[in-house]
């Protein structure tokens, strides 16, 4: 079972240079989000997807872009990778963006911009 | 004041040990409370649930108290495996997963 996976799992990216970073589930979730996660600053919400077809941007959405592909699949693209982006980057999952629904997080991908 | 503080700790306690952790929020609108757990460089994973009655998972017990507006972590007989970061999270309104930055424990042998 493999609940939300995520790729790549290590990035090395230039300045300027763009990447997309993919997330599948396989639960059936209706909510998928991207977090960043920094030293000192915890889990911040880069952009989330309440359901298929709809996406918003959460605390820190700039420099970035989503596409929900389908209910499965929700991408995070990167235009211009600045080192400010160097960070690591979860996605995650629930059933619904109700409160009681907890979330389920993929690996981690390790990204750094030089 | 932060929307949800933890004390980062690191709490250091001897194997079997009972260790508890505190997480405050400022927002009395917040409707629903949860523990992840992250070890070091993996993902969060979700420890329980907190409900307003308590709650208990074997040695877990979850607490809330909405009048001080905190919720605790008890952890009993504590085991090396517990090593981690706990991770405070709550919601609000239905729409914002509040963070916080979590309560470093290491447990020695």
């Known amino acids: 079972n493999a609940g939300v996976t995520q790729t790549p799992k290590f990035q090395v990216l230039k300045t300027g240079q763009s990447m997309t970073l993919q997330c599948a589930q396989d639960m059936n979730h209706n909510s998928m989000y991207w977090y960043r996660q920094d030293p000192g600053m915890g889990l911040r919400l880069i952009y989330y997807s309440a359901s298929e077809g709809t996406t918003d941007k959460g605390e820190v959405p700039n420099g970035y872009n989503v596409s929900r592909l389908n209910k499965r699949e929700f991408s995070l693209r990167l235009e211009s990778a600045a080192p400010s982006q160097t960070s690591v980057y979860f996605c995650a999952s629930s059933v619904s963006q109700l409160s009681n629904q907890p979330q389920h997080f993929g690996d981690g991908t390790r990204l750094s911009i030089l | 004041r932060k929307e949800v503080e933890q004390d980062p700790g690191p709490f250091n306690v001897p194997e079997g040990a009972t260790v508890a952790f505190n997480c405050t929020y400022s927002n009395s609108a917040s409707q629903s409370f949860f523990w992840y757990r992250q070890d070091c460089r993996k993902e969060p994973k979700l420890l329980m649930s907190?409900?307003?009655?308590?709650n208990e998972d074997g040695r877990f017990t979850a607490q809330l108290n909405r009048a001080s507006q905190y919720i605790s972590l008890l952890i009993r007989d504590s085991k090396l495996s517990d090593s981690a970061t706990y991770l405070c999270v709550v919601n609000l309104n239905n729409r914002k997963l509040i963070w916080g930055l979590g309560t470093s424990l290491a447990v020695n042998p």
């Open positions: 907190v409900y307003s009655s308590g």
